[in-house]
């Protein structure tokens, strides 16, 4: 079983740069509440941000997001990891760790906004040692088939008894699911643990 899956890298829109100066002055209008002699430019000082950030979004064509998707690849199977160009073999690596967190267009309520939203699918994360170094990377999630395609690298993980954990942010999860005390019992004995 083999997992493939586009590398998510940071990227800077220089043209976005502007947009986040009007963030931080429409953020910086709430310290004014603190000095009461320039109370009368809380209004003034948010609205330059907003106008700001308005502008910075038209130059930079709505493209503000700070990472996109890599050409480059992540390959996960039983025999190595390969992230890009790297190759790891997986005799070589240890301490594997996946934040799955959610694939592209599943519905999210991560408490940032009060009706949740859809995700974009690259907010997943991997990171294992190998080398004496520490490597991380984000990757992309299509859709749920994707999502599915990866649990069934875990399975065969679980199965061959391959050293790795499984977390959505900080909650350890078993093939995606949170398990109850009993459920983790049965789960590990599925699996001969």
Not at 15 to 20: E, I, P, V
Not at 86 to 102: C, L, P, R, T
């Amino acid at each position: 079983m083999e997992f493939r899956t586009k590398l998510v890298v940071t990227r800077k829109n220089k043209k976005a740069r502007l947009a986040y100066a009007g963030l931080f002055i429409a953020a910086s209008s709430l310290l004014l509440v603190f000095i009461p002699s320039l109370s009368d430019y809380i209004p003034w000082v948010f609205g330059t941000g907003i106008a700001v950030v308005i502008i910075g979004a038209v130059v930079a064509k709505g493209d503000v997001a700070d990472y996109g998707l890599s050409e480059e690849e992540l390959v996960v199977s039983r025999g190595d990891i390969r992230v890009g160009g790297q190759v790891y073999a997986m005799e070589k690596v240890s301490a594997i760790d996946f934040d799955v967190q959610a694939f592209a267009g599943m519905y999210v309520n991560d408490g940032a906004m009060v009706s949740g939203s859809n995700s974009d699918g690259m907010t997943n994360r991997l990171s294992f040692e190998a080398d004496g170094k520490k490597v991380k990377c984000g990757f992309f999630l299509e859709n749920q088939l994707h999502a599915q395609q990866l649990a069934l690298l875990f399975d065969e993980f679980y199965r061959l008894h391959i050293p790795f954990i499984e977390h959505n942010r900080s909650t350890r999860t078993y093939l995606f699911k949170n398990l109850s005390p009993q459920e983790l019992v049965e789960f590990k004995k599925q699996y001969g643990y």
